[in-house]
Each structure stands twice: as structure tokens, then as C-alpha cells.
């Protein structure tokens, strides 16, 4: 099995950066796809970013500019650098990854971490 751990949410104001990471245990090897997805309150879950291990990104397009997704292979670990972070950002982020190479990996799921954008 795999384990996703993310750490990094916080509160933060409008315009100001954070960055996310998730750290994968257990059967890593057969990992090809991390990414994140979010969920705001009130709303479902929508896909945020993702990676493979061919280094390939995803974005959804809101995100696109403002957030960047990349992976250290040594240290099974994917982060997302969130820049210039607006309310809308407010959401739970949970880290996902899958075992085949997808651009929007969804087999194995974090718990989440909340991010908090005050305006």
C-alpha cells in the first residue's frame, strides 16, 4: 500500500506564497503520478496539479502562473509552490498519486492539509 503525508497548510494573506509537500511511504516504487487536488467548503473536489515521473505537468487553468508542482524522486516527495495565493485558493489540498502515468493521479489519497487566504 501507499501512504500520502501532506504537511505545509496554513493562513496565509492575499498575494503571499506557500508551498505544500507530501511525503509517499510504503510501495512507492510503483508510484508514476503525484499531484494535488483541493476541496473549499461547500464545494467538491476539483484537480489542482499534477507531475510524472517523466516530469510532465498538469495544471487546472486558474492555477496556471501562480502555482508550480514538482517532485524529488530521492525523497518520494511532491510539492506545490503556491504564489500570489487569493481567497478563492482557500481550500483542504490533498496530495494524490497513481500508480500508472496519469496528469491527474487519483489512486491513493493524502488527508489533506487546509490552506486559509484571508483577503
Known amino acids: 500500500q501507499v501512504q500520502l503525508m501532506e504537511t505545509g497548510g496554513g493562513l496565509v494573506q492575499t498575494g503571499e506564497s506557500l508551498t505544500l509537500s507530501c511525503v509517499a511511504s510504503?510501495?512507492?516504487?510503483?508510484?508514476?503520478?503525484m499531484g494535488w487536488h483541493r476541496q473549499a467548503p461547500g464545494k467538491e473536489r476539483e484537480f489542482v496539479a499534477a507531475?510524472?515521473?517523466?516530469?510532465?505537468?498538469n495544471y487546472r487553468n486558474s492555477v496556471k502562473g501562480r502555482f508550480t508542482v514538482s517532485k524529488d524522486n530521492t525523497k518520494n516527495t511532491v510539492y506545490l509552490q503556491m504564489n500570489n495565493l487569493k481567497p478563492e485558493d482557500t481550500a483542504v489540498y490533498y496530495c494524490?498519486?497513481?500508480?500508472?502515468?496519469?496528469?491527474?493521479?487519483?489512486?491513493?489519497w493524502g488527508k489533506g492539509t487546509l490552506v486559509t487566504v484571508s483577503s
Open positions: 494524490a498519486a497513481e500508480r500508472g502515468v496519469s496528469l491527474v493521479p487519483m489512486d491513493f
Open positions: 510504503g510501495v512507492v516504487f510503483k508510484l508514476k503520478s
Open positions: 507531475i510524472t515521473d517523466g516530469g510532465s505537468t
